[in-house]
C-alpha cells in the first residue's frame, strides 16, 4: 500500500509499505476513505513512522473480539485509542490511558491514518460508525479537532450561559473552539488573529467580535476591554496555538475570577506570571483530548446542529500529498484550514 512517511523534520514521503493485518483479537483494519493533516504530527515522533491521526473509511478486515463493528461498516477513526478497561479510560480520561497500546498512538507510537490501509487497536472503543447519509468530508474533523475545541478548550475553561470568552488564534482547534462553545450560550465570543481572512470564518462561524492584534494600535486589552464587561477581563481565555507569545496575551486577557484553557501544543517553555495572576483567582488547564465526547458530537452532527463545512478549505486526491503539505504549511498564503484527502 501507499502511506506517508516521516523520515525526519521537514522530511516526508509516499512509500510502499505493507498493508497492516489483524494481529490482535481487538484489532481492526480500515481502508481510509479520505484523511486530513494535522499541526501537530510529529513533536516525538521516530523516522520511519507512517504519520496521521484522522480518518473516515471501512472495516476491511476485524479480530475475533471486535463485536461493535463488521466488515464493510463505514467508520470514523478516533485520534485517539482507548483501551476501554483501565482506570482513566473508565473514566472517560482515554488520552490519559495506562495501556501500552492506549493513549495518542496513532501516528505516533503506531503507525497512522495517511495511508491506504491503518490497524486500529481497540477497535470497538477506538472507532465511531458514520451515520447514514452525512458529509463525510465534514464529518472528517469530529476526528480530532472538535472534540479537542470542546474537551481542552470549551470545557475545561468552564464555559457556561452568559459568560464571555475570548480565543486566541482562529486557525482550526480555535475554531472547532468556536463552534463547540456555541452549545454553552456564552454571551460573547470575541476571536483574536492577525489573520483577516481567517477573522471572516470566525464570524460566518458564529463569533460576535473579531480582533486583529495588528490593528489595535492602543494594545490588545484596549481593542478588547468594551467586549467584557464590569471585571479587567474575559471569563474565559482560550488559547489555540501553543506558541509563548499567545500563552502571554491569554494572561493579560483573562479576567479576576476567569480561566484560561490551554489547547494549543506547545514545543517550547513559556513565561508563567504567577506573581501577577495568584491573587486574581485564575484557573489554568491544559490536557491532551480524551475524544469521550464524540458519541455526543456524531448525535449532534448527525441532527445538523454542528456546522463544520466552514472548516474545510482544499480537496485533494491521496496522491497529491506533497501537495497538500505544501498548502497547509503555507496556510497565511493559501488560506488553508483543514484539508480533505480522498483515496
Not at 448525535?299 to 463544520?308: P, V
Request: glycine share 12%; charged share 20%; net charge neutral.
Amino acid at each position: 500500500m501507499k502511506a506517508l512517511v516521516f523520515n525526519g523534520v521537514g522530511k516526508i514521503a509516499l512509500e510502499d509499505r505493507p498493508k497492516p493485518q489483524v494481529q490482535d483479537p481487538s484489532d481492526a483494519v480500515i481502508k481510509l476513505t479520505r484523511t486530513t493533516i494535522s499541526g501537530g504530527h510529529v513533536p516525538t515522533v521516530e523516522p520511519g513512522r507512517v504519520i496521521g491521526h484522522e480518518g473516515v473509511g471501512v472495516v476491511e478486515s476485524i479480530g475475533k473480539d471486535v463485536k461493535k463493528f463488521k466488515v464493510g461498516d463505514r467508520v470514523l477513526i478516533a485520534c485517539i485509542t482507548s483501551c476501554a478497561t483501565c482506570s482513566f479510560c473508565k473514566q472517560g480520561k482515554f488520552g490519559l490511558c495506562n495501556s501500552p497500546t492506549g493513549g495518542w498512538r496513532l501516528g505516533h507510537t503506531h503507525d497512522g491514518t495517511q495511508a491506504e490501509y491503518v490497524r486500529i487497536l481497540h477497535a470497538d472503543a477506538s472507532l465511531h460508525a458514520v451515520p447514514k447519509g452525512v458529509d463525510e468530508r465534514s464529518l472528517l474533523v469530529l476526528s480530532d479537532i472538535i472534540p479537542t475545541g470542546l474537551e481542552v478548550g470549551v470545557l475545561r475553561g468552564g464555559v457556561k450561559p452568559g459568560c464571555s470568552v475570548a480565543i486566541v488564534e482562529a486557525g482550526p482547534v480555535g475554531l472547532a473552539a468556536l463552534l463547540t462553545a456555541q452549545l454553552y450560550s456564552p454571551s460573547i465570543i470575541v476571536m483574536i488573529d492577525k489573520d483577516e481572512g481567517r477573522l471572516k470564518v470566525a464570524k460566518r462561524m458564529g463569533a460576535t467580535h473579531t480582533v486583529n492584534p495588528d490593528s489595535a494600535k492602543s494594545g490588545l486589552n484596549a481593542a478588547t476591554k468594551e467586549h467584557h464587561g464590569e471585571i479587567d477581563g474575559f471569563d474565559v481565555v482560550i488559547e489555540a496555538v501553543g506558541v509563548p507569545a499567545t500563552f502571554s496575551a491569554c494572561q493579560d486577557l483573562v479576567g479576576k475570577g476567569g480561566a484560561i484553557a490551554n489547547v494549543g501544543v506547545h514545543g517550547t517553555k513559556v513565561d508563567l506570571r504567577l506573581e501577577e495572576l495568584w491573587g486574581r483567582g485564575i484557573q489554568i488547564t491544559m490536557a491532551l483530548v480524551n475524544t469521550s465526547t464524540l458519541p455526543m458530537l456524531m448525535k449532534l452532527f448527525e441532527a445538523g446542529k454542528l456546522n463544520t463545512k466552514e472548516m474545510i478549505t482544499h480537496d485533494f486526491k491521496f496522491s497529491e500529498m506533497l501537495e497538500a503539505y505544501n498548502t497547509f504549511g503555507k496556510a497565511s498564503e493559501t488560506g488553508a484550514l483543514k484539508v480533505n484527502i480522498e483515496m
